[in-house]
């Protein structure tokens, strides 16, 4: 592969002028046997770069663990864009934001209760270190300067927005280049955060998705010289719980990228393809109220969700066409997905009595984080007993984020993070009775000061004014429903129940479960998480992708927390439903 260098206010390749066009294709969103496909069809709407992202607390979830295969086999995903004659930017973090999940960083730091993310604090150094120094020795073979596709990687990611602190962006630069990293290095930040995200001898570059020339005259105004590049060119938006399906017409979209390349700079479409953030990975963002992502990452992209063109991708196409050779070939149909279908679940599972089959519970005299239970995502289950009969108010100081709550086993009501909800009211059978409280992870907040999350109940539990002591705390993750005892569905079942079901197909292909008539939880199929379902919309489907599905016999599970849907039934069907846009 050809070295990418600086030369004067141009990036050269082997001595040639070079200007990059990519696009955003996160490895980690994406189905590992669709890679390949992904990436032709990035090259066929003209890209010559992909760029991506690495989730640091997928890679390594535990301090003692650390993975590099399967989904996350990044080696491999960058050998098949050179197979493709692409270049990668990569983007390591160790922050990613993303509307990923704590913005990449892994939940454990946050079990130190002193920590200071994204800074010098020597804790949070040490943990960047130790984790540089095990994802980037297997990557230095793909780098450009020795043959492989990627030309260049990125110091942290958007700092302005969240320090002006150079000595910290100056450690990582010096890290990558200490564990041999020689292919050029760069910032990225907002307009206005130009000067504060920046580095000296580090080709700083601006994200913004309209006004390309005001936004790239800021970008030479700060940087004098250099070659001038968007690395996140936003074509689309993500969609948040509660809110609309965010879209950006083609046209418009096409429009204001035709504005950017006509002044020569280099582009990263963000995204080019945004896949979905499978199981609990969405993020969230706290600007003094609480907004946790959907889990489709579609993005109005050039590729939805399920990877096919949409008429972004060929208006996208014609322009980058203008200024570069593009392939002649023809544009990839469709996928083909599986025919539309009905399935009834008829087997159920109520979580209160499968607890002994999802983990051990540990007890402890006040609540227990979720980082303190060492758990990265899904829900945690408070017990305690009620000490007297009689009308109580129950005050949790901090829910992080949803919390449903129970007096044996029937539901009292729900408390919100988002809507700011601290305290219920309710009336105790007997003394000795049970609470439950349930707590959903809902998302670590991806981005700004927010992002020191932990999760589950934080602070004291207060009963009629006074502490509440003596809990078991159940960690729930999720990660392994097979102890699940099921047996066939009898009557209304009140949540929270797992009800499963089987369907045959004869070829797999992609499709989309819709729950119409549920309420809240969580979709697996064959064992692979799927996502969270929820009315509030506006995503309705949970994308399914082919290979995880198998000829004959495949099973269904679903999660519901509240009241089952009457007839027990989900549906697949060709399309997705994400959720009327924004008039």
Known sequence: MPVLQIDGDDFTLDGEPFRIISGGLHYFRVHPAHWADRLRKARLMGLNTVETYVPWNLHQPRPDVFRLDGELDLPRFLD????????????????????????????????????????????????????????????????????G??????????????????????????????????????TCDQPADLARGSLPGVLATANFGSRARQGLAALRAHQPNGPLMCTEF?????????????????????????????????????????????????????????????????????????GDPTPKYHAFHDVIAKYVPVPDEPVPAPAPKLPAARVTLTDTAPLFAGLPALGSAEK????????????????????????????????????????????DGQPIGVLEREN?????????????SVLRVLVE?????????????????????????????????????????????????????VGPVFHRGTFDIEEPADTFVHLPGWTKGNVWINGFHLGRHWSRGPQRSLYVPGPV??????????????????????????????????E
């Open 549 to 582: 599905l198998r000829p004959g016999p495949n099973e269904i599970t679903v999660l519901e927390l509240h009241t089952t849907c009457l007839d027990r039934t989900v549906e697949l069907r060709e399309q997705p439903d994400l959720g009327p846009t924004e």
């Open 441 to 493: 992870n809902q998302g670590r907040v991806n981005y700004g000061r927010g992002m020191h999350d932990r999760k589950g109940l934080l602070g004291p539990v207060r009963l009629n004014g006074a502490e509440l002591t003596g809990w078991a705390n159940h960690p729930l993750p999720l990660t392994d429903l097979s102890g699940l005892a099921f047996l066939p569905a009898e009557g209304p079942a």
């Open 80 to 147: 098949l864009a050179a197979a493709e004659g692409l270049h990668v930017l990569l983007r390591p973090g160790p922050y990613i934001c993303a509307e990923w999940e704590g913005g990449g960083l892994p939940s454990w730091l946050l079990a130190e209760p002193d920590i200071r993310l994204r800074s010098q604090d020597p804790v949070y150094l040490a943990a960047v270190d130790a984790y540089f120094e095990q994802l980037l020795p297997p990557l230095l073979d793909r780098l450009a300067t020795r043959g």
């Open 149 to 186: 596709p990627v030309l260049a990687m990125q110091v942290e990611n958007e700092f302005g927005a969240y320090s002006d602190d150079t000595a910290h962006l100056a450690h990582l630069a010096d890290l990558l280049r200490r564990l041999g990293v020689d292919v050029p290095l760069f």
């Open 420 to 432: 700011h909800e601290r305290a219920i009211a309710f009336t105790a059978p007997a003394a000795g």
């Open 234 to 306: 936003w074509i689309g938006w993500f969609d948040r719980w509660g809110g609309h399906h965010v879209v950006r017409e083609p046209d418009a979209a096409a429009r204001e990228l035709d504005e950017l390349l006509a002044t020569g700079a280099s582009v990263n479409l963000y995204m080019f393809h945004g896949g979905t953030s499978f199981g609990f990975t969405n993020g969230a963002n706290d600007k003094h109220t609480f907004r946790p992502t959907v889990g489709s990452y579609d993005y109005d992209a050039p590729l939805d969700e399920a």
């Open 364 to 407: 402890s005299e006040h609540p227990l984080t979720m980082e303190q239970l060492r758990q990265d995502f899904g829900y945690v289950l408070y017990e305690a007993t009620l000490p007297t009969a009689g009308p109580m108010n129950l005050e949790l100081q901090d829910v992080r984020d949803r919390a449903q709550v129970f007096v």
